[in-house]
């Protein structure tokens, strides 16, 4: 079921590969998500010759990554088909990035993470050929079995222990019985200690992006793989009512207290994003400024049974105390991280609620 949006350019870009005698195959997850009748936004497409002059002639904005062979064709309403040439593998070492070098689509089918990702149509001016499942995916789909294509796959890229988790609380899948096993082995072995900081913030970002991140976190925490992040890492029922995956990430992070700051900055987060949450972190008790709109997300979310004037910037001030005689000094911030306390606990909801409070205390 792919987006309308593309079909234009599908078709488009199909008529001009069959002029230059070049085939396509749909790959990978739209196909998956085409046999469960999964709408889907972004195509992965594969050919065994260059790709690179039909799509040029799309007219599609293009973007050639030269390191693995693939190309990016964006429409400016942010849909896009990502086309590869067919390739194999080499790991050169564990959780190394791979090695590769130009090879048949049957090779480049083999060397994909799990069966259910490893099956393709060739597309057509008339549509698509018959499903090609050399190792049975569609079976094990049917079936809700999530199985990987050969035991070293976790051994050469431990991100595929999260994509397990992702797919299999996506979909309910459960593990077929010789991947758990693996599984287990891997997390033992502690191979996803040897992912960067950085590929681990990108697998937590997309499970933080799924529809419902619950069930893919809880397989992470079960198996053991939310300690590689941070030992105290636990999903948060309350954030799945957000849609921003940084606003998801802060909740957790505001439940695991000072724990929370410590994974936050270990994490390559961008600038905004690590402000964001950090705000929240920091202010969550002592509300001084108007919070940037994640992070009060992030705090409402997390705390529900505050008042919430809570968040509100802090309702006395500096000038306040001034105003009330009270002398310039280190007694100004003791009075105000008290009011702050106070507004935290709701002890006043209103400016003048707050200065009636403050009267009566230095009265």
Known sequence: MIHPGLRDLLRDLIKRACAADVSFYLVGGCVRDGLLGVPT????????????????????????????????????????????????????????????????????????????????????????????????????????????????????????LYRAARYAGRFGMRLESQTAGLLREAVAGRRPGLLSRDRLRQELMRQMSEKDPGPGMRLIERWGLASFIHPKLRWVGSAVKASDPVVRLGVCALAMGNAGVEMIRSLPLSREQSRAVLTALTLAQSPRAPLPAASLRMLRLHFKDVVPTAFSPLLVDGEDLKKSGLPPGKEYRRWLDAAARAQWRGEFRTRSEALRWLRARLD
């Open 41 to 160: 936004r972004d195509v992965d497409l594969v050919t065994e010759q260059d790709p690179v002059r039909v799509a040029r002639a799309s007219g599609a904005r293009l973007e050639v990554f030269d390191r693995f062979g693939t190309l990016r064709l964006s429409l400016p309403s942010g849909l896009r088909v990502d086309i590869a040439r067919a390739r194999a593998e080499i790991y050169p070492q564990p959780a190394a990035l791979p090695q590769v070098r130009p090879a048949s689509l049957a090779e480049d089918l083999k060397r994909r993470d799990f069966t259910v990702n490893a099956m393709a149509l060739r597309l057509t001016t008339r549509g698509t050929g018959p499903l090609l499942d050399p190792f049975l995916g569609a079976a094990d789909l049917k079936a809700g079995r999530l199985r990987m294509l050969h035991p070293a796959s976790f051994r050469d890229d431990p991100t595929r």
